[in-house]
């Protein structure tokens, strides 16, 4: 796990259904810093994507209305 990972207190997509494909994001980290950190809750020690909270808005108001189907 990277530093910068292991320095977020990550939270889990609230429409998880522990089937394993949920996304974590640190809320805390987006409060203070503008950038919202994404990552993959099933790879702890992998990627963290950094995004804009418009960006973050965008996708997860397009989860909420089904624009990329189901899984």
Known sequence: MTTEAATHHWVKSSYSNNGGTCVEWAPR??????????????????????TSPT???????????GEFGTV
């Open 29 to 50: 980290t987006a409060t203070t810093t503008g950038v919202v950190p994404v990552r993959d809750s099933k790879n702890p020690h992998g990627p963290v994507l950094h």
């Open 55 to 65: 960006a973050f808005t965008t996708f997860v108001a397009g989860v909420k209305a």
